[in-house]
């Protein structure tokens, strides 16, 4: 299909700040180019199991904004493409460069059966899910992958060609190569999301050293429906854990790490998932060691009272360091607060690292005339965050999501539907002349 070269917005990820945005500016008519580096859209709401204070399916509430995106008429999705370069020669006019990467997988023939991830003989470490099991080399990235699929993985496939031979499609397509896109479009959105801080840099926590030690990720993709393993089971040896213990924190309101900021979602998270563990393992113990509780959005306080009543133990503690023992089991030793900082220890079969929010900008290198300004941490700076949250240092490029900062879902939707609302209005003045 021919690709049109002209568009009122493009929107940079399509996380659930990307797709919300997306869909407002869709559906008051203006035309939208979704741009997307993975193979499907929906970011990392698409992998949560639910959704706090109100534990809703996360999923539930993503596929069908994930689908409307893919579908609607005002919307082209480009997925497993990247923004090379940007050039700003006016109001409402910006030159974008797009890399649509080969998928070596005919998007129209596809129908997304999964008989190449069946026959193909090569496994590597699963990004979805979080390095936790394997995938094919010629995979669909995950179960409500949108679009569903398949992707061959060039830098691993060894070229047997059983996926081609088997393909009741023949969608796949070894002779594809890398495209350049030129585009014109008259307003930018960011919406790039966040990464997750790599436990790695504070080895005391044991991430790596201890094999029963994983992110909250891992486990909101244990917890979710879409899980790998179909239950909650501690690495070293399937076993059902019974004491957990989760680590607030974890590369937040650090400065020795760089992060002196709270990441706004690590208590939330991890009280959702305390309360989602005694649902799937009643008789196991949770015990969250913590600096301070935030609890600060609608609902939020009266969610982490319930949790406490449920029986998740709190312990206000300073974590010093994580050891194994023989059996595998996890030593936490801590500070305790309420005992006038006391050392102690406690022994868990596993721990859950609640890891924060790192700035994900490194876009901002693709725009060639004009810069975008970073805070002082890294996230996209908003130049007016009291009066339009949205702005950042560029007429006609704004930001959506956590690109700004660290938040959670209500709080990126309101964000990127701002992002929307002020695409419309600079489009209104700059590219079709209707200033009130
Ligand atoms: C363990 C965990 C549990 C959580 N649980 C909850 C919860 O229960 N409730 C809640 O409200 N919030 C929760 N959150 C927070 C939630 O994940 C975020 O609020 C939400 O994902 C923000 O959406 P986003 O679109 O801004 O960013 P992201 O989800 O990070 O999406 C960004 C998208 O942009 C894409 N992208 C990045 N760079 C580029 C590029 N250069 N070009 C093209 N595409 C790009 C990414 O691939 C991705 O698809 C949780 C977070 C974590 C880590
Ligand atoms: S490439 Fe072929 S075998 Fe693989 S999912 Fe698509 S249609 Fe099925
Ligand atoms: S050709 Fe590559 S992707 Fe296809 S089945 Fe063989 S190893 Fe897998």
Sequence with gaps: MKQANEYDV???????????????LGDAGYRVLLVEKEGSIGGKMALLSKTFPTLD????????????????????????????????????????????????????????????????PVIVSDEFQYDMRGRKAAYIPFDIAVPKKAIID????????????????????????????????????????????????????????????????????????????????????GKEPMRIA??????????KVGNPYCSQICCMYSIKQAQLIMGALPLADVA????????????????????QAMGTMFIKGRVI?????????????????????RLKEDTFDLVVLAVGAMPN?????????????????????????????????????????CAAGPKDIPDSIVEADAAAAQCMAYLNEHKYGRKR
Aim: hydrophobic share 40%.
């Design 321 to 341: 360091v994580v050891e194994e023992d023989k059996e595998g089991n996890v030593v936490v030793k801590y500070e305790d607060m309420d005992d006038g900082g």
């Design 361 to 401: 900008s490194d876009i901002t290198k693709v725009f060639k005339n004009v810069k975008i300004e970073l805070d002082e941490v890294g996230w996209i700076k908003q130049v007016d965050p009291n009066n339009n949250p949205a702005t950042t240092s560029v007429p006609g490029i704004f930001v959506a999501g």
């Design 246 to 255: 989760y680590i607030l924190c974890v590369g937040s309101r650090d400065r």
């Design 154 to 237: 060039l830098d691993n496939c060894i070229l047997c060609g059983s996926c081609e031979r088997e393909c009741p499609a023949s969608a796949i397509d070894f002779t594809q190569e890398p495209e350049t896109l030129e585009v014109k479009v008259g307003a930018i959105i960011i919406a790039t999301g966040f990464k997750l801080f790599s436990p790695t840099l504070r080895p005391e926590f044991g991430y790596g050293r201890c094999k029963n030690v994983i992110t909250a990720m891992q486990m909101d993709r244990l917890l979710a429906p879409t899980r790998p393993y179909n239950s909650v089971l501690r690495p070293l040896d």
């Design 57 to 120: 399916c996360a999923s539930c509430i993503a596929t069908p904004k994930m689908a409307a995106a893919a579908h609607h008429p005002n919307i082209t999705l480009l997925t497993y493409s990247e923004v090379q370069e940007v050039v700003k020669n006016g109001e409402a006019d910006f030159s974008v460069k797009i890399l649509k990467k080969p998928r070596y997988v005919d998007l129209d023939a596809c129908t997304g059966c999964g008989i190449c991830e069946t026959v193909c």
């Design 288 to 307: 969250i060691f913590y600096i301070d509780i935030r609890a600060f959005g609608k609902g939020f306080e009266e969610f982490f009272n319930q949790t």
């Design 10 to 24: 493009l929107i940079i990820g399509a996380g659930i700040a990307g797709i919300e945005a997306a869909l407002t």
